[in-house]
T-cell receptor, first 114, second 118 residues
Framework: AQTVTQSQPEMSVQEAETVTLSCTYDTSENNYYLFWYKQPPSRQMILVIRQEAYKQQNATENRFSVNFQKAAKSFSLKISDSQLGDTAMYFCAFMTNSGYALNFGKGTSLLVTP | DARVTQTPRDKVTEMGQEVTMRCQPILGHNTVFWYRQTMMQGLELLAYFRNRAPLDDSGMPKDRFSAEMPDATLATLKIQPSEPRDSAVYFC????????????????FGPGTRLTVL
């Protein structure tokens, strides 16, 4: 079975600070994709960042970056210069190259305070 | 700005009524997914279509749920009869998959339909 674990149900950060959200996963496959999705109160699931397992370089999208540790099966998300609009539920997700369903973690609720 | 659209945004209905949710995938995408989100179960895959053909609907209760793609621009999810336990947010997602490869490298989600069955 493939599982995704987000060990931090809730986190809080002050505006302009940096925060890191944790995610670990379990799979026996070698080729897969990892994602972070953001779900603000509007309910929309928004893709934040994507990582291909065969790429050693960590993905970066503006203020969002990941720390991908394949051997440790860890995929954390770092948000730099946090903004009030970053307040949302963040889901880590995983998909194998041979599959099609996204396996989601339970999510981390992030609150950015002024 | 290409995006997945879903209608209705919210639906409140009474137990036993038929519910139809609609999704327009991103133009050019050949793969459509239906997911359900609940507090207890999180996000679960209900159905998966490639080139309009249903390839996996094992996540759906077969006796009451049905999913179709009448054409490349429309996917529907129908519940008949609806029950209170069907209350959830239903997401449609689309992506592009290469021939011979089951996965899509990225799935783009619509805004979801929040269904409440009384």
């Amino acid at each position: 079975a493939q599982t995704v674990t987000q060990s931090q149900p809730e986190m809080s950060v002050q505006e302009a600070e940096t925060v890191t959200l944790s995610c670990t996963y379990d799979t026996s496959e070698n080729n897969y994709y990892l994602f972070w999705y953001k779900q603000p109160p509007s309910r929309q699931m928004i893709l934040v960042i994507r990582q291909e397992a065969y790429k050693q370089q960590n993905a970066t999208e503006n203020r969002f970056s990941v720390n991908f540790q394949k051997a440790a099966k860890s995929f954390s998300l770092k948000i730099s210069d946090s903004q009030l609009g970053d307040t949302a539920m963040y889901f880590c997700a995983f998909m194998t190259n041979s599959g099609y369903a996204l396996n989601f973690g339970k999510g981390t609720s992030l609150l950015v305070t002024p | 700005d290409a995006r997945v659209t879903q209608t209705p945004r919210d639906k409140v209905t009474e137990m036993g009524q038929e519910v139809t949710m609609r999704c327009q995938p991103i133009l050019g995408h050949n793969t459509v997914f239906w997911y359900r989100q609940t507090m207890m179960q999180g996000l679960e895959l209900l159905a998966y279509f490639r080139n309009r053909a249903p390839l996996d609907d094992s996540g759906m209760p077969k006796d009451r749920f049905s999913a179709e793609m009448p054409d490349a621009t429309l996917a529907t999810l129908k519940i008949q009869p609806s029950e209170p336990r069907d209350s959830a947010v239903y997401f449609c997602a689309s992506g592009w998959g290469r021939a011979g490869v089951t996965s899509t490298d990225t799935q783009y989600f619509g805004p979801g339909t929040r269904l409440t069955v009384l």
